[in-house]
């Protein structure tokens, strides 16, 4: 059942104690002003100098459970947000991601140490956000192990199932118009512009009611396989999405 109107689902990504606190603190009244339910993608254990952005928040873990008592639904950002696998994913976004390609019994070893991790903040993860889209069928295996049961990654147009998980896609990096369909809005507070803040702003001041969350998407979707006919269309749209960041890279070597 693809959706019409459209859904959308908003993800924030990189999350964590050493992120940049003043950025990400620009949107936390606009999902209260809106009511909106995002998914928290936390880096459990952070090793990437690049999230080294502010000093430890001592405060994050807190606003992270309200805003879980909020409805918000926390991903588990892989573990430690660092590039040591050169496998082919199923995402096939990016060659050199965390996850992909690296060994099973390593993959499940640091989803649960990420797992514990934010279980020990009193946190409920519920869903995988793969760094980088960074996951292969040795993570599927791992997730389900391991106890998480829903994905949120793909360029379909509504929920399903692949490799005994439930996929949620995420195909959109700001918030745009669609017609019909399920799309999750990733975004990252760490080098979000002032101008990106107030985009979402305004989305959410005309298309606020059309905003969903994990909870309602798993209540309300029949969830299948993708047919055919949606497998191609899904590779289609990542396909030309890989064609425009191509193009989008060399414009900006020139």
């Known amino acids: 059942m693809i959706p019409s109107p459209a859904q959308y689902l908003l993800r924030f990504d990189d999350l964590c104690p050493t992120h940049h606190r003043n950025r990400w603190r620009r949107f936390v009244p606009i999902l209260a002003r809106f009511r909106v339910k995002p998914i928290l993608a936390i880096v459990p254990d952070n090793r990437d100098p ?16 309200e805003l879980q008592a909020s409805g918000a639904t926390i991903g588990l950002h892989g573990f430690r947000h660092l590039w040591a696998g050169r496998g082919r994913g199923l995402v096939p976004l990016h060659e050199v991601t965390e996850f992909a390609g690296i060994p099973e019994q390593i993959q499940r070893q640091w989803i649960r140490e990420g797992l514990e991790v934010l279980r020990a903040h009193r946190l409920n993860p519920a869903i995988w956000v793969a760094p980088r889209h960074g996951l292969d ?6 997730l389900r192990m391991e106890g998480i049961g829903i994905v949120s990654d793909g360029f379909a147009m509504r929920p399903y199932l692949r490799g005994g998980l439930t996929w949620i896609p995420q195909q959109i990096w ?21 101008a990106q803040v107030e985009e979402l702003n305004g989305f959410l001041q005309t298309h606020a009611g059309e905003f969903t969350s994990v909870e309602r998407i798993l209540h309300e979707f029949p969830l299948t396989r993708l047919t055919v006919r949606e497998m191609l269309a899904a590779n289609g749209a990542l396909f ?12 900006a070597r020139l």
């Open 50 to 65: 690049e999230l080294d952005l502010s000093p430890p928040d001592p405060d994050f873990w807190s606003q992270m459970r």
């Open 137 to 142: 069928r040795a993570t599927l295996r791992a």
């Open 174 to 194: 700001a918030p745009e118009h669609k017609r019909r369909g399920l799309w999750t809005v990733c975004m990252h507070a760490n080098s979000a512009t002032d």
């Open 240 to 251: 030309r999405y890989r064609v425009r960041r191509s193009v989008k890279g060399l414009l």
